[in-house]
């Protein structure tokens, strides 16, 4: 069931409300990216998402295609959600779980989670170690 959840970057210069449903798959990648920066992603629907604060203080990065975005807080630097324009399911938003306020250890740990070989562009299916994502 969709939930309206706030979040925010560390420093709290960005700050966002997005409809998620935390009882459906999360997603962890092993691409370059999402390694690095270790984003636990729940998908939102771009009806779903609502920027409330900090558009001036996001800073975005694009790689590769070029068609992906990846907003990061210029003052922080932690990346709270980025948004997939070419992706299997259309464009999304990827929410930073770990960005979410109010949601407990306990909720956290219940999340299921797809792990993604996007290393290898084989994006439906777990790549062969997952264990440290």
Request: glycine share 10%.
């Amino acid at each position: 069931m969709l939930k309206t959840y706030t979040g925010s970057c560390h420093c709290g210069a960005v700050q966002f409300a997005a409809d998620l449903d935390l009882t459906e798959s999360s997603y962890r990648c092993n691409c370059s990216i999402c390694r690095r920066t270790r984003f636990w992603a729940a998908v939102a629907k771009p009806q779903g998402f609502r920027l409330l604060a900090g558009e001036q203080e996001l800073t975005e990065y694009l790689f590769n295609t070029r068609k992906n975005q990846h907003f990061f807080c210029r003052h922080c630097g932690v990346r709270a959600f980025g948004v997939g324009n070419d992706t299997p399911i259309g464009q999304m938003y990827g929410i930073n779980i770990g960005c979410l306020e109010g949601v407990s250890e306990e909720e956290l740990a219940r999340i299921p989670i797809t792990y993604v070989d996007g290393l290898h562009d084989r994006w439906q299916q777990a790549p062969e170690f997952f264990a440290h994502l």
